[in-house]
């Protein structure tokens, strides 16, 4: 024969009363603590910044969606600016070579200048 369910009812009941109190407690503990924050300038901002907090991203997954475009374009920008920083770098390498060979070539044409 199968053994009969167990009789949840008591239970069930223990924890809505529970959750009942709990639910009290935590309300009362929310009020006492608005309170608190409203006697004082910096809890009075903080209870300002609350309600815009509900504005955010539900999570961060639709955060990270609604960033990849930014974040896509920063990283191409990022990029043309790397590829600008090598080119301008690489071109004052070669303005350096360029001048250094023009002082050389004026110190050759005044050596020569004095054999003549």
């Known amino acids: 024969s199968a053994a009969a369910p167990p009789d949840l009812s008591l239970p069930s009941a223990v924890l809505e009363t529970r959750l009942r109190q709990?639910?009290?407690?935590?309300s009362s503990v929310s009020q006492s603590l608005t309170q608190k924050l409203a006697s004082s300038q910096s809890g009075q901002n903080l209870l300002h910044i609350g309600p815009s907090l509900s504005t955010l991203p539900p999570d961060l997954r639709s955060l990270l969606d609604a960033l990849r475009p930014t974040a896509s374009d920063v990283e191409r920008?990022?990029?043309?600016n790397r590829t600008e920083l090598v080119r301008v770098v690489e071109a004052g390498?070669?303005?350096?070579?360029?001048r250094r060979r023009a002082a050389e070539a004026e110190e050759c044409?005044?050596?020569c200048?004095?054999?003549a």
């Open 93 to 98: 390498v070669e303005a350096r070579k360029a």
């Open 113 to 115: 200048g004095d054999l």
């Open 22 to 26: 709990l639910r009290d407690e935590s």
């Open 77 to 80: 920008y990022e990029s043309a």
């Open 109 to 111: 044409a005044a050596m």
